[in-house]
C-alpha cells in the first residue's frame, strides 16, 4: 500500500473512530440524565462495564443507521413526505432499541419514548463531529464528494459525467434586483457581493409581463410560453373552472398548454432536473415539482427528493431543530410586531408559523441537497427554486428585517453549493435568477374597510356581508406543504357552476392585481354589456381611490384602458396618451396590450393604486409584500450570471418578459454544452435578440 493511500484509510478510520468515541460519551451522558435509559443490569456494574456496554451500543448503532437505514426510508416512500419526516424520529429510535438488544446480558435498556429522544442527539452529534472532522481536512471532504459522485453515477443509466460544462440555475423566489442590490451592499450576502465584487458574474434586470408572478414568469422561463396566463389565478368560460397556479392540476394543465404551444419540451430536456419548481422543464429528474405531483402511481417522482435527503438520519434530526427554532423565530417576531403596533401588518397566526418553517427550512434543505447530488452525478441542467425570502416577505414586509435574515440565510446556500462545484465531476456555472420582485404596501381591506369583491358587488347593486371571507394567498409555500401532505390544493370555490343564468360575478385576486369575471356571459363581456347590466360598476371600480386602472372591451373603440374622472384610452393610443397607466411606466403599455390578446383574459381586469414615489401598491391580498400586477418592484427581478456567457442583451436594452429570459437560458446553455442541446423550438414568440453576433451566438440561434 503506497504512502499516500495509506494516509487516507489512516485518516479515514481515525475519523470514523473519533465519531464512535464520541458517539459513546454521548449515550453515557444521556445515561446518567435520563431515569428510563441504562446501559448496566440491576444489579450494577463497574464504570468499565458501563463504558463498554456503551461502547458497544454506540457502535451497533452506527452500522445499523449506515446500512438499514436507507432501506426503511425507501419502504416509506408511500406516506405522505413530511409525514416521513415525523416518522423519521421514531425509526430512529427503534434501531436504537434494536442496537442495545445486541448487547451482551441485557444490559442497555430504554422505554421506547426514552430511545426516540436519545437517538436524534445521538444522530446530531455524530453529524456534527464527523462533518466538523471532515471539513478540517480539505482532501478527505474532496474525497467524500467523489466516492459520492461515483456512488451515483453507478446507480445512473448516464455514465460518466459530462465533460462540458454544466449549468445550475438557482432561482431566489421573489427577490427584486433592487433587494439584491441593497443585501450585496449592506453585506448582508456576502457570496453575491463577492461575486460581483471580483467580476465574475454580470447582474442584470429585467421586466415581467402584467402578470408578475411565479407561474407566469417560471412557465415562460422553463418552458418558453406563459401566453394565456393572465394571472396567478382566473376563471376559464369555456371549462368553467378557476385555473390557480400552484395547484398542481392547473400547474399539469399550464405545462402541456406551453409544451402544445411552443412545440418543445422545455428548458431541461437534455440531461436536466428540475427541484421545487412549479414545472418541471421538461426535466427526467424532478423532485417536489408541483406539475407532477398531480399524477398518481409510479409516474409520481415529486417526492423523490425528500427520500435523497431523509436517508440520513440527522438530517431529519438538523431540519426538525431548525423548524422548531423557524417557528419559535417567527412567533417572537410577529408578536413584537403588534406589540410595537408595526403598519402595515397582516395576520400571521393559525398554520402560517409552520408553513413559514416549511418554506424557509424544510423546502430549502431538500432543495439545495437535491442540487448538491445533481452536482455530484453530472447532470447538465439544473433549474430550482428557493422560495423562502418569497414566504416570508408576503407577511413581513420585502424590506422588514425578517426577510433580510431570510435573505443571509440563502446567500449561505449559495456558498455551499458553490463549494460542491469545486468538487463535482464536471465544472459548473452558477446562474442566480429570480421570478419576479415584490411591492410593499398595506392591503386594500386594510386601507379602505372593504376588499375588492365587496366593491364589485357594492357597484352591481349586490349585498355586502358585514364579514367577508378573506382572499387565499397566493404564496406558493402553501401549495407546496399541501402537496408534500398528499392533501388537494383546491381552495372550495375553484370550481364553478352557475346556478342560473344570471349568476354572480367571479372575483379573484393576484397581488395588487383582480380580475372580474361573468360566468353566465360565454364570451368576453364588452364595456357596453358591462354598462347595461351594471350601470354603476365600471364607474365604481375605474373612480375608487384605490384602483390604478381598468382594461375592459369596448364595441366602438376596441380594448380601452379605463381610470378616474371617465378616462377612456384606447390601447392604439396609449403610447401617445398613456392616462392611468403614466405612473406605470414605459412597458405598461405593452404588457396590457399582450394581456389582451390572451383567451382567457376577464371581462375587467383590475390594477390597484401605485405610488411612484413610496413604490408602493395595494394588494387584493392578506399580503404587504405582493406582487402579480403592474406597479413598483415587483415587475423588477434580475438575473445574476458568470461573465463568461455572452450578455444577455445588447448594450442598451432591456431584458423584458420570462420568453426572453428562457431564450438567453437557452443560449447559454448551447455556449457551455455544444450543439447536442436541443433547439429553440418556441412559436409564436421573439426570437433572440438579433443584435448578437455569429461570434457569441452560435447559428442554431436563427431557428428561434
Known sequence: MGEGRWRRFAGTWWRSIAVWAVSTVTMLVLAGILPDFQLQSDNGDSATRIAVTAALGAGAFGILSALVWPLLVRALLLVPALVLGLVVFFLNGGLLLFALALVPDGRGEANPETAVVVAAVMSAVASATGGALAVRDDDAYRRRLYRLADRRRRRGSAGAGPSTPGTVFLQLDGVGHDVLRDAVDQGVMPTVGAWLGAGTHRLTPWRTDWSSQTGASQLGILHGSNYDVPAFRWYEKDTREIQVSNRP?????????????????????????????????????????????????????????????????????????????????????????????????????????????????????????????????????????????????????????????????????????????????????????????QSPGETFRARYGLGLQDLVRAGCGLPVPRRARRTHSGAEARAAVRAALRRPVEEGDEKHRPASRRSEPIVLASGNLGLVSFPDVPHRMSKEEIDARHPALLTTLANHPGIGFLLVRSEEHGAVVLGARGAEIPLADLDERPGPLADFGAHAADAVRRTDSFPHTADIMVNSWYDPAEGEVLAFEEQIGSHGGLGGAQGHPFLLAPEVFSPPVAKGTELVGAQQVHHVLRRWLREGSGPQVPLDKSRHEPAPDASFTAATVTPQDNSA
Open 249 to 437: 392540476t392547473s400547474a399539469a394543465e399550464l405545462q402541456r398548454r406551453a409544451i402544445e404551444h411552443t412545440g418543445d419540451g422545455g428548458l431541461l430536456t437534455l440531461d436536466g432536473a428540475s427541484r421545487g419548481n412549479l414545472f418541471s422543464g421538461g426535466a427526467e429528474q424532478v423532485a417536489l415539482v408541483l406539475s407532477v405531483a398531480a399524477r398518481r402511481g409510479k409516474e409520481n417522482r415529486s417526492r423523490a427528493g425528500y427520500f435523497a435527503y431523509f436517508s440520513d438520519p440527522a438530517n431529519a434530526v438538523r431540519t426538525a431543530l431548525s423548524f422548531v427554532a423557524e417557528v419559535g423565530r417567527e412567533i417572537g417576531q410577529s408578536t413584537r410586531a403588534r406589540l410595537t403596533r408595526q403598519r402595515p401588518r397582516v395576520g400571521r397566526g393559525g398554520l402560517y408559523p409552520f408553513i413559514r418553517a416549511f418554506a424557509t427550512v424544510v423546502e430549502r434543505d431538500v432543495v439545495v441537497a437535491a442540487v448538491i447530488g445533481d452536482m455530484l452525478a453530472g447532470r447538465s441542467a439544473v433549474y430550482a427554486d428557493l422560495v423562502a425570502y418569497d414566504e416570508v416577505a408576503h407577511h413581513s414586509g420585502p424590506v422588514s428585517r425578517d426577510a433580510e435574515k431570510v435573505l443571509t440565510r440563502l446567500d449561505r446556500s449559495l456558498a455551499l453549493i458553490a463549494k460542491v462545484a469545486e468538487h463535482a465531476p464536471s465544472p459548473y456555472r452558477i446562474v442566480v435568477l429570480s421570478d419576479h420582485g
